[in-house]
């Protein structure tokens, strides 16, 4: 690439001179287990605090792997053999992950957190080859920046972990793209090739269109060299390695559903061809702005540089003092041509959701730094008589190193002020660790907090959960058949569900009465009107208590700059940057002996003095979280749990 010509990395200077010298590290160059390390330290924190963001990965993904490791699950209508547009390949890779985590542990959110533990480490591995190829055949410094892009940017932070087809195509993507530029080996186009072709087809069948641009590149590369024979080999070995993945993908799903099940090619079918009433817009619609917002909000600064790297190469080639051949041009655009055109086709689709971006955060962080790259050897300019040279050294670093620190610091505040202001879901539900608060046959209901629900890992193996109406009105999931081996999970998944549909009807079949309810998962917004289906159950001190209580960020209550970074650091002290009111996701259970609240908060807090010797007042009822349950289980009669 042009950029790798205008700076070479070191390793183009060993060839010269005295070949008994020592050649000196780049400044710019980690060595790749250090990267490595990197890489996985920000994957890791991810894996353990990274809300889940999308409903679609708790119930089509971390459910169906529920229901194989445990015998029982949510199912969505994407199960059904009747439509089967979700692979139970990609499910299968992750059960086995679960499975073993059962040799040394049967508490079912370690399962969960060493699933999301081995997504880390998997990411990791993918981060760290592509860094290696981008410093090894483009420049160290490039690579650099990449690693830092990669590591402190808020979209990794959540992608890397995702339990999600789009996360395993951005993993495949990696690798792919790593073929391309590292061209060392007979077979690197067919290797590329069956890397995107694997995400394509066990991961997002869309995800295929970030090949084209490369694949274009080598093919009108080879005919102006004369290998055109050889390329075209190569992208038949390709063809040949993805066809025996979809043979391993067709065996599994038609294995599960018991019938023939081509899976990529359902997926297609739906979404482009499913005709009126059905495909994704059915989902929800968003404005064509929607994917610039949401990569702003996500990538900050490296979006921008990731969108302006097109016009900079052309600039740098019309402008640059030297002389780039069209062949290093065509290779230059080819590499960074794969985000715009996944950019291009998402932003025409009515349907957006953020998991749609992905597959190309690997092409958008590459484009960012290679755009940083080009800039930084424009400023490090020091030629008489140009606007650079005319700056101070001391001047352009303590500028770029602001620039960088200021980038990085947004990216830090926007991950974790998604962890504080939206973990709630994966914290309240520890209380029902505590032993002796649920028994055999409870049921733990879900109404407006559906979505929310961080799957049946975190419910005990005793407890189901179920829907209570709410005001929405869509297709909420069913039950697999329960299964407690091989023969009978395939009996579950071969059979039609009774109330299913591709249209997002709502089935009431999917409903119980409250009054079956033995926890409850509600929410309280101040912000947000209360309903005859949407009551304010938290404050309903007569008919509920609250066994778990945290604070979440009310968005719709929120100014734009609180929910973009969200906490500020002042004096040592997190403090809410234009956070609204107050808001919670609690867990409740009716009461059955009804004592007095009041008097028992009373209780709590003279007790907590006494043995503390410190005041600690309970200002709201969301304050009954910091409450031990193992108070409740000593009070006689007030709390029956």
């Known amino acids: 690439m042009s950029s790798s010509e205008d700076e070479h990395s070191d390793d183009s200077h060993s060839s010269h001179g005295d070949s008994g010298r020592k050649r000196t590290p780049s400044p710019f160059y980690l060595p790749l287990n250090v990267a490595f390390y990197a890489f996985l330290g920000s994957n890791a924190i991810a894996a353990a605090y990274a809300p889940i963001q999308d409903c679609d990965e708790i119930f089509n993904y971390w459910e169906p792997t529920h229901y194989l490791d445990h015998g029982y699950g949510l199912q969505t209508w994407e199960y059904s053999p009747e439509y089967s547009i979700r692979s139970w390949l990609y499910v299968s890779l992750h059960v086995v992950v679960g499975m073993i985590t059962r040799i040394w542990s049967s508490n079912k959110k370690t399962q969960f957190y060493v699933i999301r533990a081995v997504l880390a480490f998997v990411c990791a591995a993918c981060e760290t080859r592509l860094y290696s190829a981008i410093s090894r055949t483009l420049n160290k410094r490039i690579g650099l920046l990449f690693l830092i892009i990669t590591i402190f940017s808020p979209g990794f932070f959540h992608a890397s972990t995702a339990f999600l087809p789009s996360t395993f195509t951005m993993y495949t993507s990696m690798l792919g793209l790593t073929a391309f530029l590292d061209r060392r080996g007979q077979n690197k186009i067919a290797e590329g090739i069956m890397w995107f072709g694997t995400g394509a087809i066990v991961g997002w069948p869309f995800s295929g269109a970030l090949l084209l641009p490369l694949l274009a590149e080598e093919v009108l590369t080879s005919i102006f060299s004369g290998h055109l024979g050889n390329t075209l080999w190569q992208i038949v070995n390709g063809c040949i390695r993805c066809i025996v993945i979809l043979g391993l993908e067709i065996g599994v799903d038609s294995l599960f559903f018991q019938k023939f099940a081509f899976v990529p090619w359902n997926i297609v079918a739906y979404n482009v061809f499913g005709g009126e009433g059905r ?70 689709q009515p349907h957006k959701e953020e998991r749609f971006m992905y597959p190309a955060y690997p092409f958008l962080a590459l484009n960012a730094a290679l755009a940083l790259h080009l800039i930084l050897a424009y400023v490090g300019t020091n030629k008489p008589g140009t606007l650079m040279g005319l700056i101070p050294g001391k001047v352009k670093l303590m500028a770029v190193a602001a620039f960088m620190l ?45 979505y929310r629900f961080p799957s049946s890992f975190f419910l005990p193996q005793s407890m189901r959960a179920k829907f209570v109406k709410s005001e929405f009105s869509g297709l909420l999931p069913g039950e697999f058949p329960g299964g407690n081996n091989m023969q009978a999970l395939l009996a579950g998944t071969s059979a039609i569900p009774t109330g299913m549909n591709d249209r997002n009807e709502e089935d009431l079949s999917k409903y119980v009465d409250i009054s079956q309810c033995t926890f409850l998962v509600d929410s309280y917004f101040p912000g ?110 007030a709390f029956d749990l």
């Open 279 to 348: 495909g994704p817009n059915i989902f929800g619609t968003e404005p064509w702005t929607f994917y610039i917002r949401n990569l702003l909000l996500n990538f900050n600064v490296w979006f921008i540089l990731a969108a302006s790297i097109a016009p900079l190469l052309i600039l740098q080639a019309l402008f640059g003092g030297r002389t780039s051949s069209s062949q290093t041009l065509l290779r230059s655009l080819a590499f960074v041509s794969p985000f715009y055109l996944w950019q291009a086709i998402f932003t025409v």
């Open 406 to 450: 200021l980038s990085i610091n947004a990216g830090l505040l926007r991950s974790v002020g998604m962890v504080t202001a939206y973990g709630a879901p994966l914290k309240v539900y520890d209380a029902l660790d505590t032993p002796g608060v649920v028994q055999e046959g409870a049921f733990l209901c879900l109404g407006k907090e559906w």
């Open 528 to 637: 947000q009107p209360t309903t005859d289906l949407e009551p304010d159950y938290i404050h309903n001190k007569k008919d509920w208590e609250v066994l778990a209580c945290h604070q979440f960020l009310d968005a719709s209550e929120t100014p734009t700059l609180g929910r973009t970074l969200q906490p500020y650091i002042i004096s040592g002290v997190l403090i809410r940057s234009g956070a609204g009111p107050k808001s919670y996701i609690a867990i409740q259970k009716p009461l059955k002996n009804l004592g007095h609240l009041e008097s028992i908060l009373l209780e709590y807090v003279l007790d907590y003095d006494r043995n503390h010797r410190r005041p600690k007042p309970l200002k709201n009822l969301c304050d009954l979280g910091s409450i031990p349950p193992e108070y409740f289980l000593n009070t006689a009669g």
